[in-house]
């Protein structure tokens, strides 16, 4: 069956091309193709096991793939390794929340930030006036980013104290600290109820504006991907079945058959 999309006018900020990976004679991803435009928001969805968390650790470089190319600005980051393709601008979180829940809520940001910061280590040993005022001033940094996700207060609480949802903000928080120019959202509102993932959808639509961000988000939430999403891609048994408008999507026979798991003409 012939996939249908939505072609976009300006160059994509990522693109894929023919993605394989295999896991011990499993085929979890098969030659998917995918790509999304600057300051585009796109849903990646499809049921459980369909390769959607495979293919953001493919892109952020935790795994390597069997076959294909993955360009990101215009570098081929195949087979790099994490922290280039996160310096190189690609930002994450993960469905099942990864924060350093000892440390503080300030420090879990700071730690992001200082991908970015260039300090001498003898500046450091020293204490120099140079270092000191660096520190400040990523500090303050921190403190205004979790002021814009309404975190201010929890600033010197620990991390893993956190209400859940809060701690799914924090996630966030912590990968735009790493100024991406292109941020991959995980299951974001995974086990938030439906006034959560309201606040969640608001924010999103925020920094989306704000930063400028290039975003691809997995969801089960089909109103919450409807609600924000600007492009669909859905993927069934690691292959791409159909990528178009949400509505356009959400309303395909195929789309209805993986998620039913039936036929809708049966």
């Known amino acids: 069956m012939a996939l249908q999309s939505t072609e976009l ?41 369909a390769g959607k968390t495979t293919l953001f650790n493919l892109i952020t470089g935790l795994i390597h793939p069997t076959e294909g190319k993955i360009y990101f600005l215009d570098h081929d980051i195949t087979d790099q390794e994490p922290d280039y393709i996160t310096k190189l601008g690609v930002g994450r979180t993960f469905q099942n929340i990864r924060l350093f829940n000892a440390m503080t809520v300030l420090d879990n940001v700071r730690v992001a930030m200082q991908l970015h910061s260039l300090i001498n280590p003898f500046e450091v040993f020293i204490s120099s006036p140079t270092f000191v005022a660096k520190e400040k001033e990523l500090e303050n940094s921190a403190l205004n980013l979790l002021t814009s996700f309404g975190l201010e207060k929890f600033r010197s609480h620990e991390a893993g104290s956190l209400p859940y949802a809060h701690q799914r903000r924090l996630e ?95």
């Open 9 to 49: 006018n300006q160059m994509p900020i990522l693109r894929i091309n023919g993605l394989t990976k295999d896991f011990r004679g499993l085929r979890a991803l098969s030659k998917v193709d995918l790509f999304v435009a600057e300051q585009e928001i796109l849903g990646v969805i499809g049921p459980n096991g």
């Open 172 to 266: 966030i928080a912590r990968a735009l600290a790493l100024q991406p120019k292109l941020l991959l959202l995980d299951e974001p509102t995974a086990g938030m109820n439906p006034s959560e993932s309201q606040d969640l959808l608001q924010l999103i639509l925020r920094l989306h504006e704000e930063y400028h961000l290039t975003i691809i988000l997995i969801a089960h939430d089909m109103r919450f991907v409807m609600n924000l999403c600007q492009r669909v891609q859905v993927l069934n048994q690691g292959e791409t079945i159909a990528v178009g408008l949400p509505e356009e999507v959400r309303s395909m026979p195929q789309v209805i058959e993986a998620y039913l798991g039936r036929s809708v003409h049966a």
